[in-house]
T-cell receptor
Framework: AQKVTQAQTEISVVEKEDVTLDCVYETRDTTYYLFWYKQPPSGELVFLIRRNSFDEQNEISGRYSWNFQKSTSSFNFTITASQVVDSAVYFC??????????????FGKGTLLTVNP | EPEVTQTPSHQVTQMGQEVILRCVPISNHLYFYWYRQILGQKVEFLVSFYNNEISEKSEIFDDQFSVERPDGSNFTLKIRSTKLEDSAMYFCARKGTPAGDTQYFGPGTRLTVL
């Protein structure tokens, strides 16, 4: 069965600090997809990034970067120069790609990030 | 413009009543999902719907739950006899056909069972 662990329940930083959110996953599949979603206080789930298991290249998008390491089954998310608007719950999720499957998402418990001014 | 719209945004009901939550995808997709999030907890998979059939359901999705796509557009989740523990945010999501395509979520319906 697939599993996602986000060991950090809450993180509090001061604006402009860098912060890394950890995500460790378990799966028996060789083909799978990893995602990060942001849930701001308004409650919606906002897609941030998707990676497939065959692409270990790190990705940078503005202040956001992601470090995918299959060797440690980790998909960590770093926010550089954090801002108050980054305050949210961040979820890591895993989808397996079995043939004919439904690609359901398994979510971690989320990390509440608070960025203080 | 949201990928998916959901109605109502908030539903309050009495225990034992039936509720219907609605989801309208903006685009025409084959894969639809319902997830729920109990306040302060993680997002949990309920059911997936592919090509107008349930393709997988979780242990949470018992006989009290049902889904359908009655008019080929709206996608509904029905809870026949609500319980206090059904109070949660319910999210609809849609996905394109490519394997591992991103699931885009609607804004959610907050269900409160009294």
């Amino acid at each position: 069965a697939q599993k996602v662990t986000q060991a950090q329940t809450e993180i509090s930083v001061v604006e402009k600090e860098d912060v890394t959110l950890d995500c460790v996953y378990e799966t028996r599949d060789t083909t799978y997809y990893l995602f990060w979603y942001k849930q701001p206080p308004s409650g919606e789930l906002v897609f941030l990034i998707r990676r497939n298991s065959f692409d270990e290249q790190n990705e940078i998008s503005g202040r956001y970067s992601w470090n995918f390491q299959k060797s440690t089954s980790s998909f960590n998310f770093t926010i550089t120069a954090s801002q108050v608007v980054d305050s949210a719950v961040y979820f890591c999720a895993l989808s397996e790609a079995r043939g004919g499957s439904n690609y359901k998402l398994t979510f971690g418990k989320g990390t509440l990030l608070t960025v203080n001014p | 413009e949201p990928e998916v719209t959901q109605t109502p945004s908030h539903q309050v009901t009495q225990m034992g009543q039936e509720v219907i939550l609605r989801c309208v995808p903006i685009s025409n997709h084959l894969y639809f999902y319902w997830y729920r999030q109990i306040l302060g907890q993680k997002v949990e998979f309920l059911v997936s719907f592919y090509n107008n059939e349930i393709s997988e359901k979780s242990e949470i999705f018992d006989d009290q739950f049902s889904v359908e796509r009655p008019d080929g557009s709206n996608f509904t989740l029905k809870i026949r006899s609500t319980k206090l523990e059904d109070s949660a945010m319910y999210f609809c999501a849609r996905k394109g056909t490519p394997a591992g395509d991103t699931q885009y979520f609607g804004p959610g319906t907050r269900l409160t069972v009294l």
